[in-house]
């Protein structure tokens, strides 16, 4: 039986987008065909149709959402449009890919399900026989990684008891991520009433957004929550967060956490580290520290509007005691003899990488293998992406104690 090919209908075209996922798409053209993208601007939208042979541009997104030959949305558009688009296109029958974080809201969160209800309702009538209705998938390609999956995960699986974690994520140049002092006018967002109001969905209250929640938000919304991802499937969810710290654009959080039975139940910590500078690099990676074990992925993905050819990568460290090695005597002389020498361990480093494209490759092959029902779970779907919205919240209601903001029914 030929493998299904879906058509794609691409909303937005920044350059993150022509960058790394048209030409991912592109290569895979046994399971998918770019049927149309749609930006704002005419001149972008028509420059990727002739780049990536793509039958369609528009500057109209209803031209993309309601398209009779797209299967399915990809919505790569910014945090405040995630909701409205993917509601529109659920709603429509189709099938939706949207960047994490689906919603930072749990009544967006709700509207959202709710939009699956009716695109099922929606496919019924278009003859689709359909149980489920549409599907929601949740992009963050490094959860897809495979020396990510097939290392880190697995050594992670042995490595017993979790002493320590940090979690950082440092990256620059950002033309989106802005400053506290011009984040009450938003001026970087493309919709600043729009992601207000989600915000305020958040927050309970217009009086409780400042310039520091706007500035966190508008971080965790861009690159912050595919950290927080990433970490939640390694470690699993924390049970509780006890420090927020935003020094706009720098922020950071303490997350406890409990080992299982099996590895003797103790706790232990996370630190979650990030923040945007000036210099051109991307500093993102999850390291966990076990007694004798430590492991590291290091992520070096690219930066908006730089190619993902350009030597960006996907690296799993393993650092281990090695006791094989030479002795040394005690004055410092090092030899192979064991007379007046004592042992010294050193450190076994074990590298892997993976290209960075193959991390969104194997993303999009979860993704239309999820759709097209060849019995393989994806892992980030709208469920999943439930998780995600309690870490934030989690994260959230701490910084309102901290911030003396948490309301009651008393004010």
Known sequence: MPTPVLRLGILGATDAVQATYLPVLRSLKTHYTLTSIY????????KCQ??????QSTTVVEDVLLHKEVDVILNLLPMEYHEQYTVAALEAGKDVMVEVPLTMSISSLRRIREAIRKGKASRSLGGINETDGPKVFVGCARRYAPCFTEVFKKELATLGRVYYARCRHIAGPMNNIVSKDTMPQLKNSNNPEQFRALLEEVFGSRDDLTPDRIAFCRYLGMLGCHDL?????????????SNVAITDPFYSAIFHYTNSSENGGNPFTVLYEAGVDALPRCDAHLTVYGAHKTLSVEYDFPRPGEKISTGTYVRVVV??????TATEHVNGNRTHETKNAVPRS?????ETFSACDEAYEREFMALHSYLVGEGSAAK??????????????MIFDH?????????????
Not at 39 to 46: F, L, R, S, V, Y
Not at 229 to 241: C, H, I, N, Q, T
Not at 346 to 350: F, M, P
Not at 405 to 410: G, Q, V
């Open 39 to 46: 930006d704002t601007n005419a001149e972008i939208a028509k």
């Open 50 to 55: 002739v780049s990536f042979n793509i039958t």
């Open 229 to 241: 991802s990433m970490m939640r499937e390694s470690l699993g969810f924390p049970d509780a967060v």
């Open 319 to 324: 650092e281990e005691a090695d006791e094989s």
């Open 346 to 350: 050193r450190v076994k480093r074990t």
């Open 380 to 393: 980030t779907t709208a469920e999943d992406a439930v998780m995600d919205l309690r870490l934030l919240l």
């Open 399 to 411: 910084y309102n104690r901290q911030c003396g903001t948490i309301r009651t029914p008393l004010g």
